[in-house]
């Protein structure tokens, strides 16, 4: 049997305790073992974002970083982003804007995306595309993300209490 | 044609939402992950494997080489006449670095990888062909032995009298132009998830294959399942433009694994597989191409050389010669075409389709061929293209080899690429620029994007026909509660088909798109279909959709008529349910119309059966056979969609940097169903044209070793690389199809590349700089105009 | 593309961590960030036995005044760095140069120490501790040493760290009065890997001319190229476009360019031509000079 080692991970407000590989990626644990499909498996060497994440608080490529390192972390997949029927502000601007077409990018560009917003409220057009750059989308020609994280932004400046 | 009021059709509705379910989602009970060693050697023997130690590894269920493929397998499908070979694992030899040597099914992917790694084979390297020019020539090492030689296939093709037009011409402008191989790499990589039941000898397929319900039976038969007893589920697809096609050894190599180890197993590549396996790489051209002019700047003739590097094997064929064939003279009118393919085969990975499909490499070698033409006649590049454009009232337009061209106006386009572009103020700005220094250039292609393709594309090249089918199939309900339901047979790439069918049933019935389902069907409970690819979905969805429609509306008009008493010519539907025309008094909802279908049969006219359903097979709206003496081709892509771009870019000399500062793209697809959605496919596919133009290419080095088996050296573009679109549109309906829609979705790749060129190429017009290949690396810029300067 | 297995060691003190590099010696290889290595894990292009993740050494991230100058503990963060106030007012080089490494996502992983210790020859960070002339604080069982940074980098993915060896702080000097620096790259697409990459540091005195110079290039080598032959161009002279020109020659002639499917080697000894140039003359204009 080979070694595991246990762990817990705070995913979306749940605590998990698991037993993990060292060698198993944070990304291959959040939807195998916590079952969470949302976060994707696009390159496995951190060039396309598509396994994109919050782990305390900062976007990070859950492809490059072992479950075991994430040990006692809080993580935040694109499942915490939205809960029930509601969409996210961010979910509902992408699907407004046509910010997304196969959908595959879309949860790295959200987490992406919130984190600008948190950070910038009114970002610039350049200041999202230097941001968004981090995430590659082979659909969109990035110009529906563009508006749609425009639209979340003016939106959430005219909405009193933001998420 | 006239427009008319539409409701639904043409309005900007925001895409159905949800959650979806990618091929790597799917997780069955017990099921086994897959990892594939694949060669390091572009040519060799396989002497000898050894798989004794991977079985032996805890965790390992099936291990499956070459020779388990031989047994257990039959030979991919592919659509060429010609005997080369091809297993899901190779057999005997290996013919490309990456080829797939052999399989491990385990617990986990991190398993069956180690597994992997314990596999030793034994290989006897064979001389190594990579130069198509190479190994065309007799005595080269030969690939496949049955074949005479590398050179799989070479034809000339030609319509009119070329001699002529060649001979009466006052200048002939000749171009030899390079277009590197490329590759589709959408983020979500192609997998299968099989299951197989030995009793009833069913396998259940879920992949992000495509063509399901059109080749299906060709996958039954490689896996050596009854063709009946394969059900392929269509998934959602994270991107595809072409790569997803078939995906034989994929569904061939799980299956095997399924078979063997009596469970589940699912593959998907990781990237590296994808990167340098892939099933589809695009074309990989070398063009000497000539164009016949009159001084006047009419274009006579042209005439097309290429020679196509196919890589190790030939599924494909030669069908992206076989489309091209479609717009060889473009927008233009020219007598007279030839068109000469060498398809050559050598040790790298093989070509199937991306996005444009060969004729986004067309458009690049005539729209360099018409600025050159400007150029040496010293015509402006505008007017030469009017001068040449069929005029709006040509059409439908038939061309020398055949295919119609169902509508357009071509003049149109241009005036509004030119009007949102202010061209006249960009060469204003660029004189200024230029008087600063700096390398400013205006680039402008007008070229065709053919849509909705037709199959025989496929045969063209041979003498004796082939398929001639490629049809599009729905369902359409109505339940008890007046719910409508469609029910699809393809898969989801992204390119919104939901919402079409979503549209077109609403503006067929009068009822909001928001309240239709959707849903989709396996294989085995489907009708024909294709799938999306060819830019064909938003045509042959809307065909079969108000083709079920028609079906519907008969029933629904009488049982309302015999509820009213009325005939049923006099029903109208709109606003929710159904009534006689004039008396809104005598009308019933879709909800009453479902109860009574379902649940009053005596109230149904006598005869009639309960229920509310229809299902419909579109099929190629327009598609004649060529004539015996194969002189006119017949129609094959007559959903003629045309563009014009016009980018502008600043070249640094120094350093061979191009960046945007605009992109101009007016687009004519016949009919808009969805503008908003228009607009999605239209700014990705000038995006991937970006990176056609300046940053992708698949590149081996001359030892077969490929050098962009990683995202850090095959490049996509990111959003810093790409600028914000300015879209415009015109709207010629095209008279062959359901609302006159023509297909959009792949004329942004297959127009953004000649385009850039010429930018490229007007940026550095001081120096003198013929651009004449793609990618435009930041090197190979440099170089020109070095090369220029002395 | 997943890793090969390991041993798996997670210390909570840096006495901890040296007793692991201590005992398991080259078997071991150090895991912070993981932005370099665990890519390298899941291509299995390594196959270390332990691997010993100094995730939990938090101590060892910081940055701190040091001398007028700033001390950056080996963990921290490349965005601390970049957000870093201290380092912006002291040292801003080093913050525009963190600027071009990858992509926030990974700058939020990625540390400084960790970038310094992988050495990839294209990377930004190890150009700009050569120019710096920064000092490189190493650890061991055995005790602690300095290195400084014109010797800590020693071949392509190869520093003068030893097995047992840990890199815990990084010391760089601020620059006199009358100085400016300026970080200048390529790379193919926004966040890629330098083709390359130059780093400039000019004092200028109160004459105008140049005082001194330090200039170090990144992707032209298989370690950060210091072209002392272009520092001489310029120390005691005036900087005039003619004197610029010789400095570039000189450093485009110190380098040894790799040849990839990016660029040949010798369009990158053009591009460091080119951006010699360009930093040179960015650093001076920060340096009050025109």
Known sequence: ?163 | MATTERRWIGKDIPRLAGRATYTDDVKLPGMLHTAVLRSPHPHARIARIDTSRARALPGVFAVATGEDAKEMTNPLPAFCAEPVVQYCLAVDKVRFVGEAVAAVAAVDRYTAEDAVALIDVEYEPLPVITDPFEAMKPGAIKLHDPLPSNLAFEKTLSFGDVAADFAGADRVIRRKLRWHRASAQPLETAGAVCRYDPITQKMDVWSNTNMINYVGWLIANTIKVPAAKLNIYPMYVGGSFGSKHVLGKIIGIASMLAKRSGRPVKFMEDRVDNLIASENLACDRFYDAELAVAKDGVFKSIRVKVVDDYGAYFQFGHGTHGNALAQVTGPYRMGSFEYTVQCVLTNKCQQGVFRGAGSDAGNFCLERLVDAAAQELGIDRVEIRRRNFIAPDRFPFKTPCGNVYDSGNYPAVLDRALEMSGFAELKRMQAEARAQGRYVGIGLATAHQRSVYGPTEFWFWYDSPGLTTAPESVGLSLGPTGEFVVTMFSPFWGNSPETVVAQTVGEEFGIDPSQVTVTYEDSQHALPGAGPGGSRMTVMLTGAVAGAARKLKDKLSRIAAHQFEAAPEDIVFADGGAMVKGSPDKSMSYGDLGLKAYWYKLDLPPGMESGLEARHTYDHPYLTKPSADRKDLGAFYPMMAHGAHVPVVEVEPATGRVRFLRYVAVHDVGTIVNPKSLRGQITGGITQGIGMALYEQSAYDADGQPLTASFMDYLLPTAQEVPRFEIGHVETPSPFTEYGVKGGGEGGRMIAPAAIASAVEDALAPFGVRVDEVPLTPERIVKLVEAARR | MKPPRFDYLAPRTLDEALAHLHHHGDQAKILAGGQSLIPMLNFRLAHPGVVVDVNRLTDLAYVRQHDGGVAVGALTRQHAVERSELVRARVPVVAEACRFIGHAPIRHRGTFGGNLAHADPASELPAVMVALEAEMAVASRAGSRAIPAGQFFIGPLTTALQPGEMLTEIRIPAAPPRSGGAFVEMARRAGDFALVGVAALVTLDEAGQCARARIALCGVGPTPVRARAAEDALVGQAPTTAVLDEAADRAAAATSPPSDVHGSAEFRRKLARHFARQALAAAIQRSGGR
Do not use: K
């Not at chain 1, 037993?19 to 696009?42: K, M």
């Not at chain 1, 396309?48 to 075991?68: F, I, P």
């Open chain 1, 1 to 163: 049997m080979p070694t595991t080692i246990p762990i817990g991970l705070n995913v979306n407000g749940i605590r998990h305790e698991l037993n993990v590989e060292p060698r198993w990626l944070l990304v291959d644990v959040i939807r195998e073992q916590i079952g969470l499909t949302g976060t994707h498996i696009g390159c496995e060497h951190g060039v396309c974002g598509t396994c994109t994440v919050l782990v305390n608080g900062e976007t990070a490529r859950s492809c490059l970083m072992l479950a075991a390192t994430a040990d006692g972390a809080e993580i935040t997949t694109v499942e915490g982003l939205s809960t029930g029927e509601t969409l996210h502000p961010l979910q509902a601007a992408f699907r407004e804007a046509q910010g997304l077409q196969c959908g595959f990018c879309t949860p790295g560009m959200l987490m992406v995306a919130h984190e600008l917003l948190r950070e910038n409220r009114s970002p610039s057009e350049q200041e999202i595309r230097e941001s968004i750059s981090a995430n590659l989308c082979r659909c969109t020609g990035y110009q529906g993300i563009v508006d749609a994280v425009g639209l979340a932004a003016s939106s959430q400046a005219s909405a009193p209490a933001a998420r």
